[in-house]
């Protein structure tokens, strides 16, 4: 069975400072896609990333960044000095298979609150 | 422009009124699925579709049903809403292929069965 876990369920930051979400997975696959999604509070989903599992490469994105470790099957997500803009709720998902990874698992989701 | 469009976006019933959440996909994807968000449980699979008239069971499937009888449209039926159903729904239109994978979602409904 595949779990997402995020443990952080919320976090509060001040402007500038930096920030780390955790995404914790397991599955049996050998084959499978990692993202992020960000949800802000006018509800609709907004793709951040896509990493495949053969791919460890870290990438950075603006003040974006994400750190994929196979070793710790973990994809931790950065912001770097955030800004309110980055309010949001956000969520971590692994492909499934039976749907040609297609369709997600997500975890439960880390509401990020910047104030000015 | 490519996009999931779910109709209504906002709806209010009553208990035991069936109501169908229309989604419509115009990227000619395979699969399309539905999800429901709740309050510290993230968003869980409903059901799938891995192409015209194949479904298979999420991981809620309970009180919901859903067809597909074209490529572009995959509605979802709840035949009597009980309150344990209000939430907020996507629906989402993905691929597989050689560039990888990715789902596009919808705008979401929010439902609220009193």
């Known amino acids: 069975a595949q779990k997402v876990t995020q443990a952080q369920t919320e976090i509060s930051v001040v402007e500038k400072e930096d920030v780390t979400l955790d995404c914790v997975y397991e599955?049996?696959?050998?084959?499978?896609?990692l993202f992020w999604y960000k949800q802000p509070p006018s509800g609709e989903l907004v793709f951040l990333i896509r990493?495949?599992?053969?791919?460890?490469q870290n990438e950075i994105s603006g003040r974006y960044s994400w750190n994929f470790q196979k070793s710790t099957s973990s994809f931790n997500f950065t912001i770097t000095a955030s800004q309110v803009v980055d309010s949001a709720v956000y969520f971590c998902a692994l492909s499934r298979p039976n749907s040609g990874y297609s369709t997600l698992t997500f975890g439960k989701g880390t509401m990020l609150l910047v104030s000015p | 422009e490519a996009q999931v469009t779910q109709n209504p976006r906002y709806l209010i019933t009553v208990t035991g009124k069936k109501l169908t959440v229309t989604c419509s996909q115009n990227m000619n994807h395979e699969y399309m699925s539905w999800y429901r968000q709740d309050p510290g449980l993230g968003l869980r699979q409903i059901y799938y579709?891995?192409?015209?008239?194949?479904?298979d069971k999420g991981d809620v499937p309970e009180g919901y049903k859903v067809s597909r009888k074209e490529k572009r449209n995959f509605p979802l039926i709840l035949e009597s809403p009980s309150p344990n159903q209000t939430s907020l729904y996507f629906c989402?239109?993905?691929?597989?292929?050689?560039?990888?994978?990715?789902?596009?979602f919808g705008q979401g409904t929010r439902l609220t069965v009193v």
């Open positions: 599955t049996r696959d050998t084959t499978y896609y």
């Open positions: 989402a239109s993905s691929f597989s292929g050689q560039g990888g994978a990715r789902a596009f």
């Open positions: 579709s891995m192409n015209v008239e194949v479904t």
């Open positions: 990493r495949n599992s053969f791919d460890e």
